[in-house]
């Protein structure tokens, strides 16, 4: 997303979105090698797309579950409930959505924009 070319090699999350070079095959990627150095940034277009899925990717599909903590910043994980009140429906809408895609088979996605003003500062 800060505008330099990436080669994926292998299964990752940002393959197949039109912002890296997806080499098919043994013989792509080392044509895609012999050109390293490239000396051209990505397009506007493409800088913006990444970015967009970027958001998308860490802000709408890492779901942030206010009743789970990691203190330490490692596991092992810590629940946070003051009472079992907290995980009733329309309490915690991140809830809601994992609940909702267990159980309904809904989209894991959180409305990110809708709640920035709950992220937490990295």
Known sequence: SVGLPVIVAGEAW?????VTFDPTDRADYFALLDQLPL????????IRRARMYAFHFFF?????????????????LEICLK??????PGV??????????????????????EYAHELKEF
């Not at 000396?39 to 493409?46: G, S, T, V």
């Not at 009472?83 to 009733?88: A, F, G, H, M, V």
């Open 14 to 18: 940002i393959k197949n979105k039109g």
């Open 92 to 113: 915690d809408a991140a809830l809601d959505i994992v609940c909702n895609g267990v159980l309904d088979g809904s989209d894991f996605i959180y409305p990110a924009e």
């Open 60 to 76: 709408r599909r890492m779901i942030p579950l206010r009743a789970i903590d990691a203190p330490t910043g490692r596991l092992p």
């Open 83 to 88: 009472s079992l009140d907290e995980l009733r």
């Open 39 to 46: 000396r051209r940034k990505m397009e506007a277009h493409a």
